[in-house]
């Protein structure tokens, strides 16, 4: 386990300190409870970019030419 020292103003520190005294646990507690969201979220992001990425890849060519026209539009919407 590491150690890390933090410098925060006193005013965030006492409402850090009430907060961890709500939920009946300490400010190192809310601490590392944060950093583990952290680095959740950016797990989270990864996994999202490399499913981009992913779908990205298995479109293939993409040409503006093979889209249907207004009016074939339309007439699908009609029937």
């Given at each position: 386990m590491k150690n890390i020292t933090l410098s925060v103003p006193d005013d965030v520190y006492r409402n850090a300190r009430v907060a961890a005294a709500q939920?009946?646990?300490s400010v190192?507690?809310?601490v590392v409870a944060y950093l583990e969201q952290l680095s959740g979220?950016?797990?989270?992001f990864?996994?999202?970019e490399a499913?981009?990425?992913e779908v990205q890849a298995g479109i293939g060519q993409f040409r503006?030419?093979?889209?249907l026209?207004?009016?074939e539009v339309h007439?699908?919407?009609?029937h």
């Open positions: 939920r009946d646990t190192s507690a809310l979220r950016i797990d989270e990864a996994r999202l499913l981009q990425h503006a030419a093979d889209r026209s207004r009016d007439e699908r919407a009609v």
